[in-house]
């Protein structure tokens, strides 16, 4: 079935638990921020509705008002991602490699502040983490397409329609497939992110079909959970928002689905992360990129070329900003 240990990676949580703490402080204080925004913005659509003569025009008002309240946090988030890239996820991965590693690590705060200088000692500056991510995410379709997609699993002539179905959820399952190299960056202590990202790649594209096994089984167990998550959270919404002026109560769906994805994004992903590098590191062991494997992913993906300029550049000290602006840390 699967390669990884389920009890090894709980272990890992359990060690890593001031990052756990800290992503549930960030990812739930999003939350927050989404329902008291779309509350305020209903209440004051609200009000300025009663102004009006039209009877249908409070609940329209409040509509757009709830409307505005969540467009306004998803921006801030939206800016925000860098930061939340940088501190939370790349942070708790950093962590989650020594510990695969066998290393000891400080508790508490500190764990925080060591794996802020880990991250730092490798990426330098936010905007080219950022930038690295960004690229290794643009080359996730040709490893897909280079997989062969399901027909790699299943090579059964017909069944076109379910072919592409379940090729929609491997890709899905490679959501973490940018974490892990990050994580093989941290671990082999590159100096050249561009290139530890580029060998990285190539490595999980030479073990893919082992790698997508287990991201699929991941991947399933973390939907499953994620919609119990979301149809719990949807009646405390629905409370929260009985007295919700106008149409807009009908907003309990989606402050429910942002509770689970609050959920998957603070619990459930560190999870899948540590798991599929345990078995990544372990796949991986003695090999080296494959050239054969480094052409393929050449002739397919211009992103997976652009990390191969960025690493010839940062060797010969050129700039080698992201597509986002970043400030040092």
């Known amino acids: 079935m699967w390669d990884f240990s389920i009890s090894k990676t709980l272990g890992i949580m359990m060690k890593t638990m001031p990052f756990i703490l800290f992503r549930m402080i960030v990812f739930f204080g999003i939350t927050l921020a989404y329902i008291f925004a779309t509350g305020t913005g209903g209440a004051i659509g609200y009000g300025v509705g009663r102004i009006s003569s039209d009877p249908d025009a409070q609940g329209t008002f409040a509509v757009w008002g709830a409307v505005v309240g969540f467009g306004m946090v998803s921006v801030a988030v939206y800016w925000i991602r860098e930061y939340v890239l940088y501190i939370v996820k790349a942070g708790h991965i950093a962590v989650m490699v020594e510990l695969l590693q066998g290393k000891e690590l400080p508790q508490g705060r500190s764990q925080i502040d060591h794996a802020k200088t880990v991250v730092t000692e490798r990426f330098v500056e936010t905007n080219v983490l950022f930038a690295v991510d960004q690229l290794v995410k643009g080359v996730i379709r040709a490893i897909t397409g280079l997989l062969g997609g399901i027909a790699a699993f299943l090579p ?24 892990i190299i990050l994580g093989y960056a941290i671990k082999t202590g590159s100096t050249n992110p561009w290139a530890s990202a580029r060998t990285g790649v190539v490595l999980y594209a030479q073990n893919g079909k082992t790698m997508v096994k287990n991201a699929i089984w991941l991947s399933v167990f973390m939907w499953i959970v994620s919609i119990a998550v979301f149809l719990l959270f949807l009646a405390p919404a629905a409370s929260l928002l009985y007295f919700f002026p106008g149409q807009a109560g009908g907003w309990a769906f989606v402050i429910a689905i942002v509770f689970a994805w609050s959920f998957k994004a603070a619990l459930l992903e560190p999870f899948a992360i540590a798991a599929l590098m345990d078995v990544y590191f372990r796949v991986i062991e003695g090999q080296q990129a ?36 970043g400030a040092a840390i």
């Open 156 to 179: 059964i002539p017909g069944l076109d329609g379910l072919v592409k179905f379940i090729n929609s959820v491997i890709r899905m399952s490679l959501t973490f497939v940018d974490e």
């Open 290 to 325: 494959d050239p054969e494997w480094e052409r393929k992913l050449d002739s397919a993906s211009t992103k997976f070329r652009d990390l191969g300029g960025k690493a010839m550049d940062w060797v010969r000290g050129k700039p080698t900003g992201g597509q986002q602006p």
